[in-house]
C-alpha cells in the first residue's frame, strides 16, 4: 500500500489560494489520487480524483506530476467554511486506500 | 434518498460484550467499506467487500467480522470488544471498484469500549 504523507496543518485567510501537497513516493501504477474533505463528527466527503496531469472541477483543482510521487490539491479563494481536515487518499481497484493523517486547513477572517 | 446510513450512531461496551454495526445504503453501490478513525488520525479499511456475498480483509481486520448477505447492508461485528476498539467507525460506499471513484460515508458510529 502507497503511504501518503501531508502537512499536519496550515493556516490561511479569507480569499486567498490555498495549496495542499500529498507524497506518495511508493505509488504504484494503477493508483488514483482522491482527496477527501471531513468536518468534525462528519463522514469524509469526495473533492476531486485524479491519476495523472491536472484535473479541475467546480471547487477544486488537483495538480499532479509526471512521475505521481507528490499530488497538490489546490482550493481557489477559500472562505470561513473551508475550514476542514483534507484527506489525500492512494489505492486501486482492489479496494485497498491508504488515507493519510489528512492536513488541518483553518481559515481566518 | 439517505445515501450511507449507519446505526446505532453511539454505542457503549463493556469489555467482552459483542455487538454488530450496521451500514445501509440506498445507491445500488457493489463495493462497500468499514473503516476506523481515532482521535487525530485518518482512516483505517478494516474490511471490505466488491459485492453481495463477499467480503475482504483491510489494513486492520484484528478483531472484527463482516458480512454482506444484501447488496444494501454491510455488517460489523465485534465478537468479544476491547478497548483498544474505541473508536468512530465509517462506512463508506461506491459504484466504482477500489479507488476509481467517489466513496460515499456515512456520518459514523461512535464506539466506547470500557
Known amino acids: 500500500l502507497a503511504k501518503t504523507t501531508q502537512p499536519i496543518s496550515m493556516d490561511s485567510y479569507e480569499g486567498q489560494e490555498v495549496n495542499i501537497t500529498c507524497s506518495h513516493n511508493?505509488?504504484?501504477?494503477?493508483?488514483?489520487i482522491t482527496w477527501y474533505q471531513q468536518f468534525p463528527s462528519q463522514g469524509p466527503r469526495f473533492i476531486i480524483q485524479?491519476?495523472?496531469t491536472k484535473v479541475t472541477n467546480e471547487v477544486a483543482s488537483l495538480f499532479i506530476p509526471a512521475d505521481r510521487k507528490s499530488s497538490t490539491l489546490s482550493l481557489p479563494r477559500v472562505s470561513l467554511s473551508d475550514t476542514a481536515v483534507y484527506y489525500c487518499l492512494v489505492g486501486d481497484m482492489e479496494g485497498k486506500s491508504t488515507f493519510g493523517d489528512g492536513t488541518t486547513l483553518t481559515v481566518k477572517p | 434518498n439517505a445515501g450511507v446510513t449507519q446505526t446505532p450512531k453511539f454505542r457503549v461496551l463493556k469489555t467482552g460484550q459483542s455487538m454488530t454495526l450496521l451500514c445501509a445504503q440506498d445507491m445500488n453501490h457493489e463495493y462497500m467499506y468499514w473503516y476506523r478513525q481515532d482521535p487525530g488520525m485518518g482512516l483505517r479499511l478494516i474490511h471490505y467487500s466488491v459485492g453481495e456475498g463477499t467480503t475482504a480483509k483491510g489494513e486492520v481486520p484484528d478483531g472484527y467480522n463482516v458480512s454482506r448477505l444484501k447488496k444494501q447492508n454491510f455488517l460489523l461485528g465485534l465478537e468479544s470488544a476491547a478497548p483498544s476498539q474505541t473508536s468512530v467507525y465509517f462506512c463508506a460506499s461506491s459504484y466504482h471498484r477500489g479507488n476509481t471513484g467517489e466513496l460515499f460515508f456515512g456520518e459514523g458510529s461512535r464506539l466506547t469500549v470500557l
Open positions: 485524479g491519476y495523472k
Open positions: 511508493n505509488i504504484a501504477t494503477n493508483d488514483y
